[in-house]
């Protein structure tokens, strides 16, 4: 399976809805093989089905991939040597190939209308049979229903299975797929409309565009042996296909309906890349995330990012079994390219994330803050919440959460008083200069550090857990610490 000659490799979405976890991991895996090989990764657009089409859907796709750091080399918005790559755009190419595949004999008109195909249907079903076409066109003669095109009569494009032998078709992934012709029904491949439907289309295209390897879902096996055959049919070489496993939902047990998946959101989680950004997770860990649901480098490795990818990338280690989406893995694989990332680029990041939750904070400011949370938050929306009381006048602590078990609002005050003094005298409060004075103070006064510093939380952040005092303390300044420290005092009086 080594691949050595550079790969095109296309990414053939339907513009039909959401770009989804599965879509991108296959356009993730396209290019990974693309770039891994030197070659191109070609975005091509499927909308043939006009009926299934939903707008903003492909720019949605579009804007997607260069979100996730997958950008192709080729496609609608950016053209390329083989374009268009709108198949809506490439009908005449179809055209040409529908007549080369009647006039060679492997496709035949249908004039067969939708009431009697459903009679058919009807009968087989009632035989216990599976449901196919009965063939009844496929042994008109050919002038004969020429002429009967040519008068407007409403048609389809069959093929023309053949009715004997075994198509054999090799998968990367899964071997060699023997399927019994007399198995394989005479498929539409142009609609009444005149446009031709997704197993003409991508077969022409995979040729015209000179793909080498078609990495695509697994729901396209059970048409794998068709595209196999019309390939044949037109003479052309056969490309490398890899027919990639299925998601599970989380408990493992069958697909994701798409009710559970708009439910999802509720839990901070979803499928659909558009809400990856909006809930708070990086490009780099839903790649990271993806690449492993179906493929792995060696049974330890975890952390990737995409030029590590691009550089361990390889077939062979693709993975045939279903994979359950695993969110927990996802949040731990946010917080670990949380941390992989600078503090300027996280400072960056971030920013969005205060502008749109209402606060106001300079990118100095956020630089600061960076390293007292890039430890704590697992995606990035929690930042704003985590350092409301840094943004803050005040802050408004419940007078029995300064109280730590087992002490007196008047032990909690006397820590408090003293800390003020030393506060007072020092010219700027920060870990080095501030955390060994007031662990000794604590001592001296009989608390452990962990009572002393409890109390002194709770008066500067208003919160029991929070990121660290004395960091806090120094992004405050010292006149904003002790005024807190003072509010936290009277607050004690009065309890
Ligand atoms: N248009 C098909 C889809 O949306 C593409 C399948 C393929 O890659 O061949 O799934």
Redesign the pocket.
Known sequence: MDIVKPARV?????P?GHLHLG?AR?ALYDYLLAKKTGGQFVLRI?DTDQKRLVPGSEAEIMHGLRWLGIPYDEGPDIGGRYGPYRQSERRDIYAEYTRRLIDSGHAYYCFCTPDRLERVRQDQQKQKISPHYDGTCRRLDVDEARRRVINGERHVVRFKTPKEGTTTCYDLLRGKIHVENQNIDDYILVKSDGLPV?HLA?TVDDHEMEITH????S??LPTFPLHTLITRALGWEELQYVHLSVFLKPSGKGKMSKREAADLMKDGYSIFIKDMELLGYLPEAVVNWIALMGWSYDDHTEFFTMPDLVDKFSLDRLNPSPAAINFTKFDYFNAVHIRNLDIDELARRLLPYFESAGVAVSFDKLRQIVPIIRERITTLDEAPEMTAYLFKDTVDPDPEALIPKGMTSRQASEIIQHSLGIFEEMDRINLETAEPIIRELGEKLGFTASQTFWVLRVAITGQKVSPPLFESMEILGKESSILRLRKALQKLDEV
């Not at 296309?10 to 339907?14: G, K, T, W």
């Open positions: 296309r990414f053939a979405p339907s039909t879509g296959t499927e997704y991508a078609v990495i695509r879902g729901e396209w």
